[in-house]
């Protein structure tokens, strides 16, 4: 397929990356092109400000979760039909899965999906310094793929003054940010906020766009994107033929972390999600076959979520008549018996773990992982591996035995994770597509079928 493509990377986290690509994205809109977003790496965040500017989900890139092949696959279903996709790298272009490896970085996305690379330089602090940084991004690796760069933090002296050298180096200046703090967006323990949280998101959004019409070289970066080759993609393995299941799933602003190839995998396998509101709801959809409860922040909603008793009794209740449920991390925590807030309270919960969930003071495990079954669990057998990643400062009385999880680098591992005949909880999140088999097994136990 034809699909015009850019991924956006920058030497390390903090350079401006998702700032810049969601004020392209609201001027490509703006200009009428059917935009589409990606983001690189386990991320839930950055994909809802996407969201947020196109008004579709942004598609997860991830080579650890996916292999080459499976990744093509989820680039051109989530492409299709657009006029063109820009792609949020992760951290710095070439950081991996251990400190000294690229694999699965941003580069590597960018090499799998042959997909043209503009390098965001942050200018903040100096001037033809931030060159050396874009020639040494340049010949880290023989075929960088960085065809483009833009100056964020950046005042037009000083890039009209670096753009004949730029030029020099055979690549293209495509503008510059200057400073603008007016449409930065704040950050919390977890990264950025979300945008429901962020007041006259819209009006921040467009004075952005206009701001990078007048410094972006937009022609330029559309050129650039339009030279990116045509991308095919091998078939899907065949979906085996399962009974349609109504599946409630948790979403609002205390549970927001779903990745989109999660859903798309359950809808594929024929579930029907019905979206609810632990917050606001009073009681589980009705005719509910399943549910899941997926990561967030209850932790800032945990006096809300206390003070809904229906909706806390509902779950709990469910869960204990049998209905199947998959829980990861906020999800975890709100089946806790307490959770404590940001101030230190602690509420109750829906009490289907007799535990109590608190903070720390720092990440505790964080990254990607391979989870391990160490003896038959809900859904998953002895033996079986899914991949996903934890990311919390939240820790529990209680974290759970039933899997293994192991670092892709080195020898770290712990045991996490709760198992029982229909309840399958714990920290990490899991990405459904690297263990369809998983969800095969959700949804025949959500129909019965056992």
Not at 73 to 84: S, W
Not at 315 to 331: K, T
Request: hydrophobic content about 40%.
């Amino acid at each position: 397929m034809d699909s015009p493509r850019l991924l956006f990377a920058a030497p390390a986290s903090g350079s401006g990356k998702t700032t810049v690509v969601c004020g392209l994205l609201r001027a490509l809109k703006n200009r009428g092109k059917g935009v589409r977003a990606f983001k690189c790496g386990p991320d839930f965040i950055d994909p809802l400000f996407h969201e947020t500017v196109v008004g579709v989900p942004s598609g997860t890139l991830d080579l650890f979760f996916s292999d080459q092949d499976q990744l093509k696959r989820l680039y051109c279903r989530h492409a299709a039909g657009a006029d063109l996709c820009l792609i949020e790298g992760v951290m710095g272009y070439y950081d991996g899965l251990g400190a000294a490896t690229d694999r699965a970085s941003s580069y590597a996305v960018a090499r799998a999906l042959d997909a043209p690379v503009v390098l965001i330089v942050d200018g903040r602090g100096q001037s033809l310094s931030a060159l050396a940084t874009l020639e040494g991004f340049l010949r880290f690796r023989e075929d960088s793929r960085i065809r483009g760069v833009l100056f964020n933090r950046m005042s037009e002296s000083v890039y009209n003054a670096l753009k004949p050298q730029v030029e020099a180096l055979g690549v293209r200046p495509l503008g510059y940010v200057p400073k603008a703090p007016e449409v930065m967006v704040e950050s919390r323990h977890l990264g950025l906020v979300t945008p429901g949280e962020i007041e006259d998101l819209g009006q921040k959004l467009d004075a952005l766009a206009a701001l990078l019409e007048r410094t972006v070289d937009m022609e330029g970066l559309l050129a650039l994107a339009g030279s990116a080759p045509a991308l095919e993609a091998p078939p899907a393995p065949p979906i085996p033929p399962l009974p349609r299941t109504r599946i409630a799933v948790a979403r609002d602003q205390a549970f927001c972390f779903l990745y989109r190839d999660n859903l798309d995998l359950l809808a594929d396998y024929g579930a029907e999600l019905i979206f609810f509101s632990p917050l606001h709801d009073d009681a589980l959809p009705a005719g509910a076959q399943g549910l899941i409860l997926p990561g967030g922040y209850p932790e800032l909603h945990a006096r809300a979520l206390s003070e809904n008793e229906s909706m806390r009794r509902s779950v709990r209740e469910a869960i204990q008549n049998g209905l199947p449920c998959l829980a990861e991390c906020g999800g975890f925590l709100y089946l806790h018996r307490e959770l404590e807030d940001m101030e230190g309270r602690s509420w109750p919960m829906a009490g289907v773990l007799d535990a109590r969930a608190y903070r720390t003071p720092r990440l505790g495990r964080f990254g990607y992982i391979t989870l391990t079954a160490k003896a038959d669990t809900a859904f998953l057998p002895a033996g079986e591996i899914v991949r996903g990643h934890e990311f919390h400062y939240f820790e529990s009385e209680s974290c759970g035995d039933a899997l293994r999880a192991q670092k892709p680098t080195g020898s770290r591992g712990w045991d996490c994770g709760h198992s029982r005949g229909n309840l399958l909880m714990g920290f990490p999140h899991l990405y459904y597509p690297s263990d369809p088999q998983l969800i095969e097994r959700f949804l025949r136990a959500c129909a019965k079928e056992v």
